[in-house]
């Protein structure tokens, strides 16, 4: 095998992607897309998919891959399913060697290719940094799209400071219409291209672990394209947990969310408080200020003003 070729690619949103690199990185060849130009020009391809993640058209541009590449090619394909359908019997028909990823595939499979090899598939647990306990833990969450490396040099830049040991830990979720590809990897690229500290990257996860983070890490960080505003829940779910904020502020920000009272503006710090008790006073402070923002005083709000309707307007 001269490269490793599959549909999806990003090991972040595909398991079939995961295998494919990993076997790529341990045979020391490239891992293309399918519809990558230069696979014509490769000798002896490992094709490794599995046909229902394909779209119509996509199946369709299989078929003219399999149309289309040189006849001196020796096609390899690893099936890891299998659903009878004619442009798998194609693929079968014209690839020197079939590997399936179990035994029921094998077995399904053993009629029309008696020569099928029973294969499987390796755990792919590669990015596996310890959470090894650091002196400073800081948590960051909030949509994908939305988080922001560069103040993350910043940040570093007063942790290092402090000559305590520190990690983040950073969890993401998706905006309804983002791919996940470009958002996961763009945010994680993003921390890592300017945070040099060991970074754990914890995907989706549910509000009971958010809560859990929130609780046991020394500090929380969101950073915001101009200022922390009223409408930003992330910050104040964080504060409404009693955790310690990293934020940034401007003149549009609450005013309820002060520099050092209870919040910590990123652009004020010169030194990052680490007393436990500076921090349990700030902490608490900026519990009490996110109350402004609860959900009763949303709703004692929006029905005050909702009662001040004259009744000459009000639509029946």
């Known amino acids: 095998m001269d490269c490793i070729v599959g549909y999806h690619l990003n090991p972040l949103s595909c398991g079939i992607a995961k295998f494919n690199q990993a076997l790529a990185e341990e045979l020391a060849v490239p891992h293309l897309s399918l519809f990558d130009p230069s696979v014509a020009r490769m000798s002896r391809p490992l094709l490794s998919i599995k046909i229902s993640e394909f779209t119509k058209a996509h199946a369709r541009d299989l078929e003219r891959f399999l149309d289309d590449r040189p006849a001196t ?3 390899r394909l690893f099936l890891h399913a299998y659903d009878d359908t004619p442009i798998e019997h194609k693929l079968i028909a014209e690839s020197d ?8 595939l094998a077995n399904r499979l053993k009629p029309i290719c008696p020569d099928v090899v029973e294969s499987w598939c390796p755990g792919v647990l590669f990015d596996v940094d310890d ?3 650091t002196d400073i833990s800081v948590f960051t969450f909030g949509m994908a799209h939305k988080v922001r490396g560069d103040n993350y040099r910043a940040l570093e830049a007063l942790l290092n400071k402090t000559g305590k040991s520190h990690s983040l830990y950073l969890s993401t979720a998706l905006h309804e219409g983002t791919a996940i590809e470009s958002a996961f990897t763009g945010a994680v690229k993003g921390i890592r291209s300017n945070y040099d ?6 995907g989706f996860i549910s509000d009971t ?6 609780q046991t890490t020394t500090f929380f960080a969101a950073f915001f394209p101009k200022g922390v505003r009223a409408n930003n829940t ?3 779910t964080a504060l409404s ?7 940034n502020l401007d003149e549009n920000s609450p005013p309820v969310y002060k520099h050092m009272e209870t919040v910590l503006d990123i652009n004020q710090l010169e030194d990052l408080p680490t007393d436990p008790n500076v921090l349990a006073r700030i902490a608490e402070a900026g519990k009490v200020a996110a109350e402004s923002f609860s959900w009763g005083k949303l709703v004692d709000q929006l029905l005050e003003a909702d009662n001040r309707i004259p009744a000459a307007r009000m639509k029946v």
């Open 241 to 247: 947990a009693g955790a310690v904020v990293i934020t």
């Open 197 to 202: 500290g060991p970074v754990h990257f914890l």
């Open 209 to 214: 672990a958010v809560n859990h983070y929130l």
């Open 73 to 75: 090619q020796s096609l």
């Open 97 to 104: 060697i079939v590997y399936v990823g179990n035994v029921e």
């Open 234 to 236: 992330s910050l104040h």
């Open 131 to 133: 959470f090894t306990p």
